[in-house]
């Protein structure tokens, strides 16, 4: 079988080295085994998502010599494959719910429950109009999957998440999501099986959500995916995961082959010699080795004009 893997950004602001650092591993791994690399654009979002971010994540990535296969995917041009999953194959394991915030917080201190818990399903069996939120019911059972990297991991995705809203209730004057918006996680999955993905490296935020995905391919009767590979996270000197939340700085301003040097040393990888970023890459890609990232959770990243 052919290795299809992907690197899917969220277009909510530039590239920074933990999303190169993931844009470098997966190309690598996909190239590696002599697979195919997809670049899908995550923007469900239109208040977060900007046009100029996704434009600057691919000039970046053209610059980097990371060359995708295939076309771009964006989310945004897909929307009614969310939609018409949600609302058919998924419609028995999911309900309408009208609960707030705030109205969720009221039943659980009533009920003696813990703040913060999960949400308590209190629409499970309302039956209420699909334009409301619609929450996917989550199994209260073991859900186990091998990770390349990170080894065995078990959740139980009723436990860990309760049950998920996947779309958010529909806001007629919106001009992107006028039937509400999908939420990523029914997106990845949907968008994954879509377009033949059987390979995902990213970031180790992402892998606590990892169970929840699979109860979906479950859901949707589709092979689970196998080849998971979740990397060590980037952390700044306050110990927080580097993210536009945190203003990790974008790289646009570095050179391409400072940069991709720098990837592969976070990656753990034998140094290549400078040269075209294509020509680095060729040589990353043949003496790739994941061995050095096993088990590695997160690794400290100063900021960037330090290595340059
Ligand atoms: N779009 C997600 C992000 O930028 C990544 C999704 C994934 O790799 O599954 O964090």
């Known amino acids: 079988m052919s290795i299809v893997g992907r690197f899917a950004p969220s277009p909510t602001g530039n590239l920074h080295i933990g999303s190169l650092i993931t844009a470098v591993a997966s190309f690598?791994?996909?190239?590696?085994?002599?697979g195919s690399w997809l670049v899908r654009m995550e923007d469900v979002d239109e208040e977060r998502c900007k046009t100029a971010f996704s434009d600057q994540i691919l000039t970046d990535l053209t610059r980097l010599g990371l060359h995708w296969d295939g076309e771009i995917y964006y989310q945004?041009?897909?929307?009614?494959?969310?939609?018409?999953?949600?609302?058919?194959?998924?419609?028995?394991?999911?309900?309408?719910?009208?609960?707030?915030?705030?109205?969720?917080?009221?039943?659980?201190?009533?009920?003696?429950?813990?703040?913060?818990?999960?949400?308590p399903k209190i629409c499970e069996h309302k039956q209420l109009s699909r334009h409301n939120a619609i929450r996917l019911v989550m199994p209260d059972k073991r859900v186990e999957f091998l990770d390349k990297l990170q080894g065995n991991i078990v959740g139980n995705p009723q436990q860990e998440h309760g049950d998920i809203v996947v779309r958010r209730k529909a806001m007629p004057n919106s001009t992107q999501n006028p039937k509400g918006m999908?939420?990523?996680?029914?997106?990845?999955v949907v968008d994954d099986i879509a377009q033949g993905v059987?390979?995902?490296?990213?970031?180790l935020d992402i892998l606590p959500l990892t169970t929840a995905q699979l109860v979906i391919y479950d859901y949707l009767i589709i092979p689970r995916v196998q080849d998971y590979y979740h990397l060590p996270i980037l952390v700044n000197d306050k110990g927080q995961k580097l993210s536009k939340q945190t203003l990790a700085e974008p790289i646009c301003d570095y050179k391409p082959q400072d940069l991709l040097a720098l990837a592969l040393r976070f990656l753990g990888q034998a140094p290549v010699d400078k040269d075209k970023p294509e020509v680095m890459l060729?040589?990353?890609?043949?003496?790739?080795?994941?061995?050095?990232?096993?088990g590695q959770k997160q690794m400290f990243c100063p900021r960037l004009n330090s290595f340059f």
């Not at 059987?198 to 970031?203: A, H, L, P, S, W």
């Open 28 to 34: 690598c791994i996909a190239k590696r085994q002599n």
């Open 76 to 119: 945004s041009q897909n929307l009614e494959r969310y939609h018409t999953i949600l609302d058919n194959q998924l419609q028995h394991v999911s309900y309408g719910c009208d609960c707030s915030r705030k109205s969720i917080q009221t039943f659980l201190q009533k009920n003696n429950l813990v703040e913060n818990s999960i949400y």
């Open 182 to 188: 999908i939420n990523y996680m029914l997106a990845v």
């Open 198 to 203: 059987n390979q995902i490296v990213r970031g």
């Open 282 to 294: 060729q040589q990353a890609i043949c003496q790739w080795d994941s061995t050095p990232l096993i």
